[in-house]
């Protein structure tokens, strides 16, 4: 297969899931979200989902096994075959290797990591007023993307909610979990010249354009 594969690097917060909507739909990628599975899962009760939630909810990585399973699994489906926008997988050293050898196996290999570079101040700013709408996902921001009606998804009219994650305690252990495990995938994708730093600050409109130049 010789389709592009595309994966999306930055901080919680970084805007990744916004900016992945914005740029699956402009190019035609599958958007494959790991958390969105992990979240898919648990509402839908089955033991994936019951077992992710027990690190989720303490802003910690669910283990490597379990979540590279899971997402080799949902990228050999026929709807991916267009190609893949990869948003928060991978997220260890252990991820990308392992991601890395599976599409060997069939010829693949990833066309670029795309660095949503964002300032730690502005992260924590940001994940402070995080609302998502329950049944789109859209995420909104109590300062800088405000829904038009307070509550409400503008998109579907969907109901907003806070994530159990982006409470402040565990949003100081996410930013955590970032810099020790998955900032190194910067080194190692920079190492293999497959690096592209877009600046991630600015209206998502603005950050989606520069991405849109690289891929
Ligand atoms: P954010 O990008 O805002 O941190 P996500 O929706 O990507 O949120 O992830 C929410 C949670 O799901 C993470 O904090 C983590 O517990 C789990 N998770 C998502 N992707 C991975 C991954 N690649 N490896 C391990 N855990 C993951
Ligand atoms: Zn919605």
Redesign the pocket.
Known sequence: MDRAIYILLGA??AG??TLAAIISKEVDLAHI????L??EALSKGTDLGVE?KK??DK????P?QI?INMILDRIARPDCDKGLLL??????LE?AKALDEALAKNGENVTKALLIDVSTEEVVRRLGGRWICRDCQTPYHEVTMRPKVEGTCDKCGGQLYQRD?DKESTVRS?LEVYTKQTKPLIDYYGKIDKLAKVNGEGESEEVAKRLLAVV
């Open positions: 919680p917060g990744k899931g979200a790991s958390g969105d992990f979240r992710a690190y989720m802003g910690e990585l669910v490597d979540t948003d928060g997988f991978p997220r260890t991820q994650d996410r």
